[in-house]
């Protein structure tokens, strides 16, 4: 009878543990899923807000202005040097007969953006014999109408509290009448370099700075960075000479960027006195950044490769150096892909290095080639964060939108080259 109420005991004793490590289990998933749920929130959040504040960027309004290409402002043998802003100006004052004061005059004109003479430059310059004619076309409003139109100036608060008159409300009400105010998707965001007006300011020269540094750093990097794997992985000898390097290769892909910064400023520009705020400049200094970010998953590649595929080879008579080319670098070559393009994801979205070798100017026009003068789309947005104007604000985030939307892109190319050419052994 004892050892019955004993074997009963013990079982209900076991049978407690076991819910209660099935209870714990239960708290830990869930616990785990919270954890997962409330970080998804908060991407979710993050990304939603920076997209809703982009929104007004991606559209500008624009005004239909009929203009009378007229001699006065444009020569037809030399249209380039016509007074296209005063040409347009005129005809914004043809359109509106009742406005004659300077002072009057002056607030008119501020209602259309400074590249409102732009088109008609653009249009006339590529055919002459467009002066003497008359011409009907969309110029871009001021950002102030623009925000205003797009509701994010109250137009019901007292005049004193925003920075669209009661006049300019009375003329965009007298243009909204006649129709002659549209809303169309705004080219100059893409099209355009970087201005000090918002509405004519654009990603354009930002871009093409970050594109040709990126071409420098893969240039630099892929190379010395798949070589420097090769040697360490499959010919230097395993002592403590190279144990150190592997040592120094994974502390360096920890340091600081703005060291690299630092190194590039020293080295690049104050030594080898190469050109300033230049994407050369630019793309070396990430070029040093991304080589652990390379080395490493290029040695992890090799090392996954089995030692059958070596030893086949070389037992049907291939050198070391055969080996390592015609099959130990092919088949690590998806891996090798994967992280070469990942750590150029990170060198494009790298800010703090670029800013000690002066890339981080009010740069106007598109850089031509690897010399010229350029800025870089982590930069631009920095740039634009900074400026005062209201609608600086939607220029930033709708440049973080096309940054981060690059970024994916260059992680799903990594991401199917992975899967498309991984060998599982």
Do not use: C
């Amino acid at each position: 009878m004892t050892d019955h109420s004993n074997l009963t005991s013990h079982a209900e004793a076991y049978e407690a543990r076991l819910k209660k490590r099935y209870r714990a289990e239960r708290r830990f998933r869930a616990y785990g899923m919270a954890a997962i749920i409330t970080a998804g929130m908060i991407l979710v959040f993050l990304l939603s807000s920076i997209v809703y504040s982009s929104l007004p960027a991606f559209s500008h309004h624009h005004m239909r202005l009929d203009i009378e290409v007229s001699s006065d402002y444009v020569s037809a043998d030399a249209p380039e040097q016509g007074n296209y802003l005063g040409l347009v100006r005129s005809a914004l004052r043809d359109q509106f007969h009742d406005v004659s004061g300077r002072r009057d005059k002056r607030a008119l004109y501020k209602i259309l953006s400074i590249g409102a003479s732009d088109e008609v430059q653009k249009r006339v310059i590529a055919n002459p014999d467009l002066v003497g004619t008359r011409l009907s076309l969309d110029v871009p409003l001021s950002d102030d109408i623009d925000l205003m139109l797009k509701g994010l100036i109250d137009r019901t608060l007292p005049e004193s509290d925003r920075i669209v008159s009661d006049r300019d409300l009375a003329w965009v009400d007298k243009l909204l009448a006649e129709d002659r105010i549209s809303r169309k998707f705004a080219v100059a965001l893409f099209a355009n370099g970087d201005s000090r007006e918002p509405e004519m300011a654009g990603i354009r020269g930002a871009l093409a700075g970050s594109l040709w540094t990126l071409l420098v750093t893969l240039i630099v990097s892929f190379p010395l960075g798949v070589l420097a794997a090769i040697y360490l992985e499959e010919v230097a000898p395993k002592n403590r000479a190279t144990a150190l390097i592997e040592v120094n290769i994974n502390n360096l892909a920890a340091v600081p960027s703005i060291v690299y910064g630092l190194l590039g400023l020293a080295v690049f520009i104050n030594f080898f006195h190469l050109p300033r705020s230049a994407p050369l400049v630019g793309g070396l200094v990430l070029a040093l950044m991304t080589l652990p970010r390379i080395i490493i998953p290029t040695r992890a590649a090799f090392a996954s490769i089995p030692p059958s595929i070596r030893e086949a080879a070389l037992g049907v008579g291939a050198s070391r150096t055969q080996v390592i080319m015609h099959h130990v670098l092919p088949l690590a070559m998806p891996g090798i892909l994967t992280g070469t393009i990942i750590g150029l994801a990170q060198a494009a979205g790298e800010t703090a290095p670029l800013l000690m070798i002066g890339m981080m100017a009010f740069i106007v026009d598109v850089p031509g080639d690897v010399t010229a003068k350029a800025t870089v789309l982590p930069a631009q947005i920095y740039m634009w964060a900074n400026n005062p104007e209201r609608a600086f604000v939607a220029r930033t985030s709708a440049g973080i939108v096309v940054l981060l939307t690059l970024l994916l892109v260059v992680n799903a190319t990594a991401i199917y080259f992975r899967r498309r050419f991984e060998k599982r052994w």
